[in-house]
């Protein structure tokens, strides 16, 4: 939807944009907007007077949904706003954004949506803060440590003492995998750098889907049938 805002009311509204924004000129408005949910509106900034000589304009590409203009000489922003209202062959499309009382009547009796200053910025001070906190991305697995699909199948396969849910999740598995694995050498005195190229040519034991040593999985699973023996099923009676 089409907005028209009343530029300097606009940026002569204090105790609403953080005291980071808090000051900001025609530029920083600018960027405020294409960072907020109006960023692909037509939106047209009504100025007082005109540009000064040495002011740092901003400089909009021609393909930019922003317009910068200026009443001219004798003129107030109020007055091309008017004109542009009166002008509208959709006012009911409009949105007028200010919060002078001339400003406002004159967008009323055309029917067009009107923001106050304050509303209006709240709007862009809201879309900022949105736009900075981005959500983070689900946290990948970590190897070794089981999903709570995993946990539960565990838990339900090897009749696991509940108690065990209390341990910090992955430390039991951490434990495991450490005790899997044969102990290693004592400490050497050589070299970081050597140690290191020896580390890396450690073979890795494979993992299943559950991410923990398949011959870990083995030993629990012997452990289990050993402790949990399937009963001999009967004999049929012999036929005399």
């Known amino acids: 939807m089409p907005l ?3 530029t300097y009311n606009v940026l002569h509204t204090v105790g609403v944009l953080p005291p980071d924004l808090a000051g900001i000129d025609l530029r920083g408005l600018i960027d405020l907007l294409h960072n907020s949910r109006y ?6 900034l009504a100025c007082d007077g005109a540009p000064q000589p040495g002011d740092d304009q901003p ?3 021609p393909e930019s949904p922003f317009a910068i203009r200026y009443s001219g000489k004798g003129r107030s922003a ?9 002008a509208s062959s959709a006012p009911r499309k409009l949105t007028v954004v200010s919060s002078d009382h001339q400003v ?17 910025l709240g709007q862009l001070v809201n879309d900022a803060l949105a736009g900075h906190q981005q959500q983070a991305p689900p ?30 999740r992955g430390a039991a598995i951490a434990d495991a995998r450490r005790d899997s694995v044969a102990p290693g050498p004592p400490e050497s005195s ?16 494979p993992l299943s889907s559950d991410g923990l040593p398949t011959d870990l999985i083995s ?3 012997e452990l289990w049938k050993q402790h949990n023996p399937v009963p001999a099923r009967p004999k049929a009676p012999e036929s005399g």
């Not at 960023?39 to 047209?44: L, M, N, Q, S, V």
């Open 219 to 221: 030993e629990a699973e």
């Open 190 to 205: 050589e070299p970081p750098e050597l140690s290191i190229a020896k580390s890396d040519s450690t073979p890795i034991q």
């Open 104 to 120: 406002l009547r004159t967008a009323r009796k055309r029917r067009c949506p009107t923001l106050s200053a304050q509303e209006f």
């Open 139 to 168: 946290a990948k697995p970590i190897a070794g440590q089981l999903s709570e699909k995993q946990i539960e199948r565990w838990i339900s396969v090897f009749k696991l003492d509940p108690q065990m849910l209390d341990i910090p």
């Open 39 to 44: 960023g692909r509106d037509k939106i047209t």
């Open 4 to 6: 028209l805002i009343d």
């Open 59 to 61: 400089k909009l590409p």
């Open 78 to 86: 109020d007055d091309l706003i008017s004109q542009i209202v009166h």
